[in-house]
């Protein structure tokens, strides 16, 4: 096993994750967004029947979490209607 005792200055590192890619309109929209209000997103639709669901609502409702914490919402919670579609509203 190789091993190298380095200074912290010698230090070379990647960052982690990726860089957000998040809608400036999506984000622009949840600003306006009031206690009691509910923004429905029916351009984000997606088939409850396809093999993906499970996965793709993870992936659309991290999206819609990241424009609402950009918006300046804390919390919020993503509802999804049976026919697919994401709802959120802040929490």
Do not use: C, H, Y
């Not at 096993?1 to 860089?19: H, L, P």
């Not at 984000?44 to 659309?60: E, I, Q």
């Amino acid at each position: 096993m190789d091993i190298e005792i380095i200074s912290e200055s010698e230090v070379v590192f990647t960052k982690r994750g990726r860089k957000s890619n998040t809608d400036p309109k999506m984000v622009q929209a949840f600003k306006g967004l009031k206690k009691g209000q509910v923004a429905r997103l029916t351009s984000m639709k997606l088939d409850p029947n396809s093999d993906t669901f499970a996965k793709d609502k993870a992936r659309v409702s991290a999206q819609i979490r990241s424009a609402m914490t950009e918006a300046g919402f804390k919390k919020s919670s993503v509802l999804w209607s049976p026919d697919g579609v994401p709802q959120v509203r802040p929490a």
